[in-house]
T-cell receptor, first 111, second 115 residues
Framework: GQQLNQSPQSMFIQEGEDVSMNCTSSSIFNTWLWYKQDPGEGPVLLIALYKAGELTSNGRLTAQFGITRKDSFLNISASIPSDVGIYFCAGPQGGSEKLVFGKGMKLTVNP | DTGVSQDPRHKITKRGQNVTFRCDPISEHNRLYWYRQTLGQGPEFLTYFQNEAQLEKSRLLSDRFSAERPKGSFSTLEIQRTEQGDSAMYLC?????????????FGPGTRLTVT
């Protein structure tokens, strides 16, 4: 089964607001990935993190690799309507190539 | 630069029928993965290939499921004797073996509905 716990499960925000979400694990991960999925489409890779403590930005998105290597955070600043979708955290499980995913965070942005 | 493509995008089939899905990875990527996603869940790993070799299979991949990547390029996923529980989005991803590792790029998926 899945090992990643994402919170919150959903958020409703106004356009222009910032949003934060996090992902925790009971085991250590060496890589954290954040994906966004639109309805009926596959996940799109947003940010990849490889080092504990690493902070990486991609436009209005900023993600951090937790210092314990058991968590990661994603922030979206100044949200816009096209940010709507489901955000997933993921990481390779136990030295394997397979990714395990969180259950996702559904973001709704009200214009 | 084309991304991962999957065909068909949607498939409706009757219980008991066989279905086959195709995935074309990003051209220089040597690893190819199959995942299954049900409503409200994240994708779950099924299997992966490095070139033409199938290196890992999940316990989710029952005997009715088979995947191939005969020439190390495109891959097919076949489901025999489909059941209603097979209804899901089937996602393909690809990656390039590198020192950093981990980054998998997904296709648009094939939505399977078994009636």
């Amino acid at each position: 089964g899945q090992q990643l716990n994402q919170s919150p499960q959903s958020m409703f925000i106004q356009e222009g607001e910032d949003v934060s979400m996090n992902c925790t694990s009971s085991s250590i991960f060496n890589t954290w990935l954040w994906y966004k999925q639109d309805p009926g489409e596959g996940p799109v890779l947003l940010i990849a993190l490889y080092k504990a403590g690493e902070l990486t930005s991609n436009g209005r998105l900023t993600a951090q690799f937790g210092i314990t290597r058991k968590d990661s955070f994603l922030n979206i600043s100044a949200s816009i309507p096209s940010d709507v979708g489901i955000y997933f955290c993921a990481g390779p499980q136990g030295g394997s190539e397979k990714l395990v995913f969180g259950k996702g965070m559904k973001l709704t942005v009200n214009p | 630069d084309t991304g991962v493509s999957q065909d068909p995008r949607h498939k409706i089939t009757k219980r008991g029928q066989n279905v086959t899905f195709r995935c074309d990875p990003i051209s220089e990527h040597n690893r190819l993965y199959w995942y299954r996603q049900t409503l409200g869940q994240g994708p779950e790993f099924l299997t992966y290939f490095q070139n033409e070799a199938q290196l890992e299979k999940s316990r989710l991949l029952s005997d009715r499921f088979s995947a191939e990547r005969p020439k190390g390029s495109f891959s097919t996923l076949e489901i025999q004797r489909t059941e209603q529980g097979d209804s899901a989005m089937y996602l393909c991803a690809s990656s390039l073996v590198s020192g950093t590792g981990g980054e998998q790029y997904f296709g648009p998926g094939t939505r399977l509905t078994v009636t």
